[in-house]
């Protein structure tokens, strides 16, 4: 399983990894305020975090009387770190915990999910699959040969069918199993957004309807490599469901994992887990302080 440190090699070394050397020896200059901009926004930043970022270290700049440009560094650490919201735990302390997973196809969802089952199943818990991306007859069979490979049930209906439906009887068949958590697949794309919109809100209230405070958690799969993109669809779906948090798929494979700073200031959500290869182990719980670590690298 590859690190977070070792999933950002693209990031750090093609953009963050200049920014040590920018703040190198020498006194804080209207220039290295300029190339300091420059390389966040290079970085996918964004603009909004970039400027919001900018002018927090320039009023501790201020307040603090810092002149070189060597302390900046330990500035921009913390407050990155003060961008990045605390990852709680998954809140799965439930007899039935219920996690519904939303994303685009193609942003590594089918993988995560596998991931994710994997994960809990080797913390002791008893996971089924709901496949409820049923407007591809792919999804279904995709996850199915992941529930084989990780070695959980899918529970599936016909291609085209009512994703609620298949919802209902993976609910129904896991309490009925005794097993203690569902991960709900959704489609990643229907005609309309509309569409989109209203068949995210039926699953989820016939989830809300057969178990208590569900869905516990929502999880969004981004993938990283898609970087300010993956904001605006991002917005999409927050504005179709409630998202808990956010999976960031594929960030071994990107050079944008500056992404996850606008994804914390922006959205306001955590990031609770990175994809870090293409292998079922690869999955990493998000580590803030690991993950500035591996952006503007150690020291
Ligand atoms: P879906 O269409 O959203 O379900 O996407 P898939 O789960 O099928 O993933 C799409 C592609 O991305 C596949 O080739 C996966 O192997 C690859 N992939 C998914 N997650 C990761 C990751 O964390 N790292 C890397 N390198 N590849 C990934």
Do not use: Y
């Not at 999409?236 to 996850?260: E, H, N, P, W, Y």
């Amino acid at each position: 399983m590859k690190s977070i440190f070792e999933s950002l090699r693209k990031t750090r070394n093609a953009v963050f990894g200049q920014i040590a050397s920018l703040l190198g020896t020498g006194d804080l200059t209207e220039e290295t305020w300029e190339e300091l901009e420059a390389l966040l926004l290079q970085g996918d930043v964004g603009v909004e975090t970039t400027q919001a970022l900018l002018g927090k270290l320039r009023q501790r700049v201020k307040a603090e009387g810092i002149i070189r440009a060597q302390e900046l560094r330990r500035l921009l650490r913390e407050e990155i770190l003060a961008l990045l919201p605390e990852p709680q735990p998954l809140n799965l302390n439930w007899p039935l915990a219920v996690i519904l997973i939303v994303g685009v196809n193609g942003s590594g969802k089918t993988t995560s999910i596998a991931k994710l089952a994997a994960m809990l199943q080797r913390q002791g818990r008893r996971v089924l699959l709901a496949a409820g991306d049923t407007f591809r007859a792919a999804a279904i069979d995709q996850l199915k040969v992941w529930g084989e490979r990780v070695g959980v049930p899918v529970i599936t209906g016909p291609a085209g069918g009512d994703p609620s439906a298949v919802t209902f009887d993976a609910l129904e068949a896991a309490q009925a199993r005794h097993l203690d958590t569902v991960i709900v697949d959704t489609a990643g794309r229907l005609h309309t957004q509309h569409n989109l919109m209203a068949e995210l809100e039926k699953i989820r209230r016939v989830i809300a309807r057969r178990v208590a405070w569900a869905p516990h958690e929502v999880l969004l799969v981004l993938d990283a490599t898609t970087g300010q993109n993956g904001l605006l669809q991002a917005k999409q779906f927050m504005a179709a469901v409630k998202v808990t948090g956010i999976i960031l798929a594929k960030l071994d494979g990107s050079a944008r994992g500056g992404m996850v700073l606008a994804i914390g200031q922006q959205l306001g959500l955590p990031v609770r887990f990175v994809g870090t290869g293409e292998g079922v182990e690869d999955f990493a719980p998000f580590d803030r302080e690991a993950f500035v670590e591996g952006l503007l690298g150690q020291g």
